[in-house]
């Protein structure tokens, strides 16, 4: 988190095993793709909008494999 949105952004401890930040960002297909890249190791939450927007995402890109036959 800190690598992508700097030091400044608001986190706190989320149970006991994880954390949770809140960074001011644009959503974008770079976004998408960062968060792809960390696999299960992060978890969008809010807004519902966005949660949304990323299972989109992640639907085309299973569908573009799941097309090619």
């Known amino acids: 988190i800190i690598d992508r949105f ?3 952004v608001p ?3 989320y149970y ?3 954390i949770l930040a809140r960074p001011h960002l644009s959503v974008s297909p770079h976004f998408f793709g960062w ?3 960390l696999s299960t ?3 969008v ?3 519902d909008s966005v949660v949304n927007e ?3 995402f992640l639907q085309e890109i299973l569908r ?6």
């Open 54 to 56: 990323y299972q989109i």
């Open 11 to 13: 986190m706190r401890p």
């Open 64 to 69: 573009s494999y799941t097309d090619m036959q």
């Open 41 to 43: 190791h992060i978890r």
């Open 6 to 8: 700097a030091a400044g």
């Open 16 to 18: 006991d095993t994880h």
């Open 45 to 47: 939450i809010s807004p």
């Open 35 to 37: 968060l792809a890249g």
